[in-house]
């Protein structure tokens, strides 16, 4: 069973940083899709960044050129750097995994039900 484990949420003013990490139990890196999602109350679970095993990534165009997702396979982390952080980053973030070594091309990326496994999520506030 494939168990992921969210750390390294908090609080941090705009244009701070943030990296979250997600420890991910009892997977094989190489047969996994991997990505970040985040929601706010009342509004649906978004895609902010997938990896595939060969370390090919996408991202919602909301966060390009100020986040970065990554992940160390020796160690079954994934990670999500988060730079220039904007009040509208604020949200509940969960890491997340697919069975499969395609995320798509950014298809996956905007369809979480498709989505395996999910962790606990932690919380990102960012204020202005």
């Known amino acids: 069973q494939v168990q992921l484990v969210e750390s390294g949420g908090g609080s941090v003013q705009s244009g701070g940083s943030l990296r979250l990490s997600c420890q991910v139990f009892?997977?094989?890196?190489?047969?996994?899709?991997m990505g970040w999602f985040r929601q706010t109350p009342g509004k649906e679970r978004e895609g902010v960044a997938t990896?595939?095993?060969?370390?090919?990534?996408m991202y919602a165009d909301s966060v390009k050129g100020r986040f970065t997702i990554s992940q160390d396979n020796a160690k079954n982390i994934l990670y999500l750097q988060m730079n220039s952080l904007k009040p509208e980053d604020t949200a509940m973030y969960y890491c997340?995994?697919?069975?499969?070594?395609?995320?798509?091309?950014?298809?996956?990326?905007?369809?979480?039900?498709?989505?395996?496994?999910w962790g606990q999520g932690t919380q990102v506030t960012v204020s202005s």
């Open positions: 997340a995994a697919y069975v499969s070594n395609y995320c798509g091309g950014g298809y996956y990326l905007r369809y979480p039900a498709f989505f395996d496994y």
């Open positions: 009892g997977y094989t890196y190489d047969m996994y899709c």
């Open positions: 990896i595939e095993p060969d370390g090919g990534t």
